[in-house]
């Protein structure tokens, strides 16, 4: 979840209508240091959940409150494209993923 709390802080406005990503990036051209940009690494077993996490994400509804919670139906859409069932557990983490990136967007709204 560390993974995706970090991806989610820097998806945050950096206060002008461009992310906090896009500010890094343009500090680190300059010579700054952004170890933010330095996100906690996958495991190897876990590439394939982060991968199908970063797909949904991507697709995500967005309201006038934000970002929509990624749908069962979504997931089950993705898992019958890429043949590929989801097991409960996967089900369960991709929720527990989206979960943390909502919270963490939300509090950046606070």
């Not at 945050?12 to 906690?40: F, I, K």
Request: one cysteine or more; a neutral charge.
């Amino acid at each position: 979840m560390r993974r995706v709390e970090s991806e989610a802080k820097l998806m945050r406005d950096g206060g002008d209508g461009t992310s906090v990503y896009e500010h890094l990036v343009a500090a680190r051209r300059r010579g700054m240091v952004a170890p933010e940009l330095d996100l906690p690494p996958v495991p190897d077993e876990g590439r394939y959940i982060v991968a199908a996490f970063s797909a949904l994400s991507g697709q995500r509804q967005v309201g006038m409150s934000g970002p929509q919670r990624i749908t069962l139906e979504a997931m089950q859409a993705y898992a019958q494209i890429h043949q590929r069932p989801f097991t409960p557990w996967e089900l369960e983490t991709l929720c527990a993923m989206d979960a943390a990136l909502l919270r963490t967007l939300a509090e950046g709204r606070n």
